[in-house]
């Protein structure tokens, strides 16, 4: 059972909720579990912490209009460290693994076929660009 259900708040409007004629499943949460395991994971690794937090900041906030000031140097400061450690093999192929797909999509390519040379190439092509 459910440990919020089981403390008191929860436990209460649970059985009030039944006493009222709701139905109520419980079913495991697989992808919250998931996400804390990855959580847990990249924690207990200073190295991998810092390779997501740039990750993010090229892939993710490259989308809006970030391309002034401090936010800007480090969105470009962030895709360098990442087109370095990419073209010297620095970077757990696993993890690039699992950001290709989106890269695709954002440049309308083929998820399917899109590579870490298609990566590095779109890298280089947006070297400097804030």
Same mark, same amino acid.
């Given at each position: 059972?459910?440990?919020? $259900?089981?403390?008191?708040?929860?436990?209460?409007?649970?059985?009030?909720?039944?006493?009222?004629?709701?139905?109520?499943? %419980?079913? &495991?949460?697989?992808?919250?579990?998931?996400?804390?395991?990855?959580?847990?994971?990249?924690?207990?690794?200073?190295?991998?912490?810092?390779?997501?937090?740039?990750?993010?900041?090229?892939? +993710?906030?490259? +989308?809006?209009?970030?391309?002034?000031?401090?936010?800007?140097?480090?969105? &470009?400061?962030?895709?360098? %460290?990442?087109?370095?450690? $990419?073209?010297?093999?620095?970077?757990?192929?696993?993890?690039?693994?699992?950001? $290709?797909?989106?890269?695709?999509?954002?440049? +309308?390519?083929?998820?399917?076929?899109?590579?870490?040379?298609? $990566?590095? &190439?779109?890298?280089?092509?947006?070297?400097?660009?804030?």
């Amino acid at each position: 059972m459910d440990p919020f $259900l089981l403390s008191g708040q929860g436990f209460v409007l649970w059985q009030h909720l039944n006493a009222t004629g709701v139905w109520s499943v %419980f079913w &495991a949460d697989g992808l919250h579990k998931l996400a804390r395991k990855a959580a847990y994971a990249i924690n207990m690794n200073a190295d991998a912490k810092s390779t997501l937090k740039k990750l993010t900041k090229v892939f +993710r906030m490259s +989308r809006g209009p970030f391309g002034s000031g401090k936010f800007g140097r480090q969105l &470009a400061d962030a895709r360098g %460290f990442l087109l370095s450690a $990419l073209q010297e093999g620095n970077v757990d192929k696993s993890l690039i693994q699992s950001w $290709l797909p989106g890269v695709a999509r954002d440049q +309308r390519a083929n998820p399917e076929s899109f590579t870490e040379n298609d $990566l590095i &190439a779109l890298l280089i092509k947006k070297q400097g660009v804030i």
